[in-house]
Structure formats: C-alpha cells, structure tokens
C-alpha cells in the first residue's frame, strides 16, 4: 500500500472519537463536503468530528459562527488548541477531532 501515514491518521482521528451517538450540524461547514458531527457526553465534554468528505482538498473552510465560538477547543490528537474562527485545509478524507468541555446553544 502506498501513503500509509494517512490511513495511520484516519484510525487515529476515528479510534479518538467516543462510542456514543453523533449529531450532523447541517451546515456546519462553508464547503458542504465538509460534514460535522457533534457527540455531548455527560461528564467528558463535547466532541466534534469534522470530515472532508470530497476527494478534493477542502480549502479556506469555515466553520459555522456557533460552532466557531465554542470556547475551549482543542485538538484531541494534538492536544493543541485550535481557534475555530480560523479557515481549514483538509485533505481528502482527513478527519479532525475536537474537544471542548463547554457548549454553545
């Protein structure tokens, strides 16, 4: 197989999500071949998986206002924090995973 490092990262970001029920915000993205999902937990927070769905890259995505303030937000497999305000590149397939322990309405 070739390019492994990128299925490498594709278990990674899937593996991290938990295994609990996920909710589509539509139109969470500005490109819609990037689809986010959302998982509340009780006592660990929130997750969101933001997935390129395309086989294109996805350049200069942003992220819907609401989801954009979240604050908080880190990047589960880097354990960095992101700024959601900020425009994403993602390449195909790619799969973020985000963390907040604070939510929005």
Do not use: C
């Amino acid at each position: 197989r070739g390019f492994p490092e990128y299925v490498r990262a594709f278990n990674q970001a899937f593996l991290a999500l938990p295994a609990l029920p996920s909710t589509l915000l539509k139109d969470a993205a500005s490109n819609p071949e990037v689809v986010v999902r959302a998982i509340r937990t009780p006592k660990n927070g929130n997750w969101f998986a933001i997935i390129n769905t395309s086989l294109k890259d996805a350049v200069d995505v942003r992220l819907h206002e609401k989801l954009a303030a979240i604050p908080g937000m880190r990047d589960y497999i880097t354990t960095k924090a992101v700024d959601p305000k900020a425009p994403l590149t993602l390449y195909p397939g790619q799969v973020l995973v985000w963390h907040s322990m604070n939510w929005i309405r």
